[in-house]
């Protein structure tokens, strides 16, 4: 926390908020929380950045409620701070400076499905998972991926995207509308059901990647797509990790419309063996799907076969049954719990950056060289059709030296990839963790996200303390 | 005008403008022109809105450039209008309050190509075809086509797209970072070439669509595609609009790439017969285009031929020559010239609105009877595939009666569009003449976008007038 948050902080005097907490409790009885339980449930639990507790959790049904406790939140300058299944990687979900933790659980409706303009209404709450059992029957699916079961809304506010996205696109590609609460508690509609439009500014898009630091967003409408004909799904081991980035390259720049190309380094395999009893070779490995009918995906994969082939990789194992799919691709949603076979006891720390993909091959080299130098357990798994990659570091928090030298390496890492024209974060986002590395990457253009924050939310009440801090109010 | 915009306009008093043209004429020499016909050219010509000059155009060479002329006119409340080639079809270059027209036309050199991220840094006077002639070696494109040979800063800041975006995007999904010259004269990077990133708000998205309200686009680094191994075009006539648009939906909804769907009215086929010598049936026609593998190309021309068949439609006739398929994307792209041929002698008209697919074959009959019972002379040809179409409609500007029908018609279209849950403007953008549409589509929306823009541009100096109206500073 900077000096300047720390006399915000002490500026909040936390007991001043509790008129609002009493209004709530009052409005919303059962719906309303102050329990210990309840709120340290609603505090960053996924990742290593201290645990900070919000003062009280409420529940609403609908945008109408969310209104209200935003009106009841601004009238005694209460933190707001929206909450979709907690699944933040960088503590966008702490209650940085208390206050009241608004849970969208409630709000799980799919409101319409417009099938023939494959596009859906939601409520923020709804999961990606929830969604797809809603949407199976129709025969469409809704492609956004990050792994967690995480909630439409909370992927809208931190740009998700995930295994999908070097395909379909990432959540900002995906929204057509959102029904947002503003900071005064006027509800918004930033868009219509259109698949494109040029009528003003893009609010739609504002909000999207805002981590819910300018309102609420209370229901989305969503582009769908129909479920492919044909899905095939294989993995490819490599010699090292620049043949598999040299065979990723490739496969982008041919223009081949891969579903999922995701790239494990050696340690991530041996996790996912110890994990989910695979039985791969323990190499840097390429886990590959296709989408397409049943002749395009046949031409897609023996192109990539043969790419993969011409840079030392292969042969590749194919799963085509859908079960044997599914246990692939769940071992690769479960690097999560994989990762922390690898050092049992420790706690798992995830980042992630995003390079240009002609950078990445240097990128990870460099990364994994640094991680060994550095003495660290950790894995890296890469959404690399995107350029993007995750690193798993399997840390004692407790330690300070050693977590002293885990933020030596995340310096690094993020300054790597800024330096090679990349991000500090290709879809977990700012939260409270990343703030001097977008410093870094966007410098000045900061100071015009301060400039609308200050604009639209001149009490910072959204969310506080996320993306960057702003002057004391 | 509304009645705040005109005292507005009394109240920037032109004649206080005179001490920044004059430092601009010092500075700039040959490169600074107040030439009545320079000017004139640098006003609005594209669009039937009424003529507004600018009092002088600048042609700068860099960024630094940009941003110096940008502080000589705040210092001295001039408005900025900057200009791409003068293509916008809602006078979106019109000088509402006069002031300097920032000509980019010298800022039209390609920064850098980066073949293995395919991606490109381009100033923002680049044009489109300037672009792709400088690709084509690399077996690269840039895919947002407009019609026009529009340039590339311009259509990011009409959020444009065209005839290729149910494939590719729009101008929305191709940009991966903007250089922005500042209200205040300084500079800003919006982001990095990573393909993706979580890194703060997005701010590249904000300034695309923004129409130049919010500062001066000078760089962009855009997104490129591998020139498709195989290219097939065709054209197909159908009984009706109605079978036409089904034709359409199925397509889309079968999830097919189609790189072009477009869908010209039999009015619009006469046109383009009696223009570009075509021969087709002056019947609703869709012109078709396929990018891909052979086999794909092959696969998916074949399941759209028997879609068409299914609604009605056919024979599909091939232009598989290059030179065949140049002519007849010439013509689609030529209706502008066209249309003049419908009614020699009357004024071009152009207006496009964008509705969910489900409703298009509604809003286009409901349009179609309109222009009959309105008696206009008018043609309509669409992006289908987004569910957008434009209008173009063959009129007298000089004559009252005339245009008072024409004005009653533009609100039916625009009403009507938003009645079915779509947009008054596909890609046009609001410029002067949808504002009050733009409010009847988003209400207060509006409201978050002054805010933002006060916020950014408290003077009020870039392109003023545009997309809303500002109260009075």
Chains 1, 2 share one sequence.
């Not at 395909?167 to 057509?176: A, E, F, I, Q, W």
Request: hydrophobic share 40%; with cysteine.
């Amino acid at each position: 926390m900077t000096t300047q948050e720390q006399t915000q902080a002490s500026a909040r005097d936390r007991s001043s908020y509790q008129p609002a907490l009493e209004k709530l409790a009052h409005r919303f009885g059962e719906r309303f929380s102050a329990n210990r339980t309840v709120r340290e449930q609603h505090a960053n639990i996924t990742s290593w950045h201290p645990v900070k507790v919000p003062d009280g959790v409420v529940f609403p049904e609908s945008t109408e409620e969310v209104s209200e406790i935003v009106r009841i939140c601004v009238e005694h300058r209460v933190p707001i701070i929206p909450f979709g299944v907690g699944s933040s990687l960088e503590a966008g979900v702490n209650a940085t400076f208390g206050g009241v933790s608004i849970d969208m659980g409630r709000m799980s409706n799919v409101l319409a499905i417009h099938e023939d303009d494959m596009d859906c209404v939601v409520q923020a709450g709804v999961t990606r998972k929830q969604l797809n059992a809603h949407l199976r029957s129709q025969g469409l699916f809704f492609p956004i991926d990050p792994g967690a079961d995480a909630s439409i809304g909370g992927m809208a506010s931190t740009r998700a995207s995930g295994t999908n996205a070097v395909r379909y696109g990432t959540m900002k590609d995906n929204v057509l509308a959102l029904t947002v609460v503003m900071p005064d508690g006027s509800i918004r509609k930033t868009g219509t059901r259109a698949r494109k439009s040029a009528a003003g500014y893009d609010i739609t898009r504002l909000f999207i990647g805002a981590e819910g630091t300018l309102g609420v967003i209370t229901e989305l409408t969503v582009k769908l797509y129909g479920i492919p004909q044909s899905i095939a799904a294989a993995v490819c081991p490599f010699p090292d990790l620049e043949a598999a980035c040299n065979a990723v390259i490739t496969t982008i720049r041919y223009g081949i419309p891969i579903a999922r190309i995701e790239l494990l380094d050696e340690a991530q395999v041996r996790a996912c063996n110890l994990h989910s009893k695979l039985t791969l070779p323990e190499v840097p490995t390429l886990f590959l799907e296709f989408h397409g009918t049943e002749v395009g995906v046949k031409e897609q994969s023996d192109t990539v076969a043969e790419i993969a082939n011409d840079w030392g990789g292969g042969p590749f194992e194919w799963a085509s049954q859908p079960e044997d799919r599914t246990r692939l691709w769940q071992a690769r949603h479960d690097v999560y719990w994989a990762c922390l076979e690898l050092r049992p006891g420790a706690k798992y720390l995830a980042t992630d950056v995003c390079v240009p993909i002609s950078r990445l091959a240097e990128c990870m080299v460099e990364t994994k060289a640094d991680i060994e130098a550095t003495g660290l357990v950790a894995a890296i798994v890469g959404h690399v059709g995107d350029g993007n990659f995750h690193v798993s570091i399997m840390a004692e928090p407790e330690d300070p030296e050693e977590m002293a030298r885990v933020k030596g390496f995340l310096d690094r890492l993020n300054l790597r990839a800024i330096g090679m024209d990349g991000t500090c974060t290709g879809e977990h986002g700012i939260g409270e963790g990343k703030q001097a590395f977008l410093i870094r990457e966007l410098g000045d253009t900061v100071e015009t996200m301060r400039a609308i924050k200050a604009a639209l939310d001149p009490q910072n009440i959204m969310n506080p303390g996320k993306v960057f801090t702003m002057p004391t109010a």
